[in-house]
């Protein structure tokens, strides 16, 4: 297994020299306390404790996972331990509400630590990571007195919590959920159903777990219309708001399967539990999305994790392992061959997983800096501009991320050749634990109609002028005809992604207009549509990136290798991974006939 070092060094350069997070903090509305001194102990710090206590569980939590007997699920050795001092730590409370409990830091910190915990460890990460979604849905959508109850505790870390979706019917499609909510005369809720796919459903970590958990009232219309969300503690609280009695919330199994085996995947059996309506009754699903927002995020960072750990793992691997002579001659003549990484192929997927781990994390970042104006904007009308502008990239990011870091992850396994298939290397691991993020919190194709259908279409395509007018902008001040001192070395950039910017205007356009005569133009272009999205977001940030390397060399620094490194590898992606945009564009704007014209029972003649 890789050993995970934290990049710290990259990830200083894209809060600070990038996108400069200590301005950033300094004029955000409860930022004060996010001192320089103050955030970079604290990404320090949590480094640490994921470098020497959570990465080295991964491997051995993969090899013994979760296992279940008579309703319980027990985690693989060291996950409690390592829970105790996370929570010993505080990292649980870093970003949430001093008045419950909380740091009151901003939200963006808890993204940095998210990354280093799910690159390090993804399935013991997953435990904390989902009780993030359950408080930020509880804060937004409930009642003080469920506050007081479920954030303080949740917070503080002795609490988890999950998100009961899935259904055995139903998956994506939620207007079939069936899970009934019946009142009871004190105003709680009697919850009766089955849901799967819970993730965290069941642990031995903390004391009492609480579901947020979608089901229907007795009169409620059929549809999403009809959907209600309840808190459904696993232990209903007692009197002084610690766990009480259990709470008929049954654990029925656990999946057996591809990957992130040491987290519990739980079949849950709700039998008469008591539930608390959270939100308005049968707007259940508008409340939800807190939570799914929240976890697509999470999701996309475990991509960028994928992407970051695979290219730990195949670096020093392709720097040892030697294989054949350079074709342009030898790089290691006392050596009976030369390193994998003196030849050309094995460059190409090493610096494959380095563009996609770094334009990644730029790519993140930018959108924490959103997130922190989305909780925390002075003004209503500045927080609702900061969630449509989040809304917009939730679904580039959650989808392209998860795409290429399984593309990253692959690569990883290739570079090692046959030794990355055995288990004892730990590419496979990877491999296998990435699958599950491109289907999660709703697959690439369902991310895809959000971006294309609702984010562009329904949305009259107001966020993405924004976006495109922001990124339009930089090539303008960056570009030939700017004062930039940089803007010789920069064309080689700006001009093609001008270019990119522009053709992404008009390709949105005509498919607006397609879309008004062949509405299946929209489930057939949308893939591909987001894929070509993403690649040109992530060449704005490798541009940006860039532009930034070229002023620090010019000012002068102890560390010009890395700035260089960046400008090259910024030249990699333009020249190699951006073109892939061509065929996305070209098949993004066929016709739908050939998806839609082949009769159903024409797919097979068996």
């Known amino acids: 297994m890789p050993q995970y070092k934290a990049p710290l060094r990259d990830i200083d350069f894209v809060l600070n020299d990038l996108l400069d997070y200590q301005g950033h903090y300094a004029k955000l509305p409860g930022g004060a306390d996010a001192t320089p001194d103050v955030v970079d102990a604290i990404i320090k710090e949590c480094a640490k404790f994921c470098e020497e206590v959570l990465a080295p569980l991964n491997q051995t939590g993969d090899s013994e996972g979760a296992h279940w007997n008579d309703g319980k699920v027990t985690t693989p050795k060291g996950f409690k ?6 929570v010993a730590g505080g990292w649980q409370s870093l970003s949430h509400p001093v008045e419950y409990g909380g740091q009151g830091l901003p939200l963006s910190l808890s993204v940095v630590k998210a990354e280093f915990v799910g690159t390090a460890n993804w399935s013991w990460g997953m435990y ?4 993030i979604g359950a408080m ?3 804060l937004l959508h409930g009642t003080e007195q469920q506050k007081q109850t479920y954030i303080t505790k949740l917070i503080t870390g002795e609490w988890s919590g999950t998100m009961c979706l899935t259904e055995p ?3 994506t499609d939620l207007g079939q959920v069936k899970t009934r909510a019946e009142p009871n005369a004190d105003g709680s809720y009697s919850i009766t159903g089955t849901k799967i796919f819970i993730s965290g459903g069941d642990h031995d970590l903390t004391d009492n777990i609480v579901h947020i958990v979608l089901a229907r009232l007795p009169d409620a219309p059929a549809g999403t219309r009809g959907i209600s969300l309840f808190i459904v503690p696993k232990h209903r609280p007692d009197a002084a708001g610690n766990t009480g009695e259990f709470n008929n919330v049954h654990c029925g199994s656990i999946e057996h399967k591809m990957g992130i085996k040491a987290s519990a995947t739980c079949v849950m059996n709700f039998e008469g539990a008591t539930g608390y309506l959270i939100g308005p009754p049968n707007k259940g699903l508008q409340c939800m ?55 050309g192929d094995v460059r190409r997927m090493l610096l494959t997983q380095k563009a996609f781990a770094e334009g990644g994390r730029a790519m993140i970042y930018y959108a924490a800096k959103i997130a922190d104006y989305m909780m925390a904007g002075e003004t209503q009308e500045d927080r609702d501009a900061a969630d449509d502008h989040l809304g917009f990239m939730t679904p580039i990011l959650k989808a392209f991320l998860t795409e290429t870091g399984l593309e990253s992850a692959n690569i990883g396994m290739q570079v090692y050749g046959g030794h990355g298939y055995i288990k004892e290397w730990g590419m496979e691991q990877i491999v296998r634990d990435a699958r599950i993020s491109t289907l999660y919190e709703g697959t690439t194709g369902i991310q895809a109609l959000d971006l294309l259908g609702r984010k562009i279409l329904l949305q009259k395509g107001k966020s993405f002028r924004k976006f495109s007018a922001e990124a339009l902008l930089f090539c303008k001040n960056t570009g030939p005809i700017s004062g930039n001192p940089h803007k010789k070395e920069m064309s080689k950039f700006i001009w093609p992604l001008f270019r990119h910017l522009t053709a992404w205007q008009q390709y949105t356009l005509r498919l607006a207009l397609r879309a008004r005569k062949d509405r299946e133009i929209v489930s ?5 549509y987001l894929m070509y999205a993403g690649y040109i977001v992530s060449a704005y940030m490798w541009a940006m990136m860039a532009q930034k390397s070229y002023e620090k060399l010019a000012a002068g620094t102890d560390q010009p290798e890395f700035y260089k490194a960046k400008i090259q590898t910024a030249e990699f992606y333009f020249e190699r991974i951006l073109p892939r945009t061509k065929a996305h564009a070209e098949s993004m704007m066929a016709s739908s006939k050939t998806l839609m014209q082949m009769e159903v029972d024409h797919f097979s003649f068996l």
């Open 136 to 138: 930020n849905t509880i």
């Open 289 to 343: 999305f807190t939570f799914m927002n929240t976890a697509r995020v999470g999701t996309s960072v475990q991509g960028l994790g994928c992407s970051e750990l695979a290219y730990q793992g195949a670096l020093p691997y392709a720097k040892e392992r030697l294989s054949m002579r350079a074709l342009s001659g030898k790089t290691a003549p006392d050596k009976v061959a030369d390193p994998l990484i003196s030849h």
């Open 169 to 171: 019917q139903c998956g």
């Open 81 to 86: 331990e390592a829970y105790d001092q996370f």
């Open 128 to 131: 904390p990571g989902l009780a």
């Open 524 to 528: 057939c272009a949308s893939v591909d």
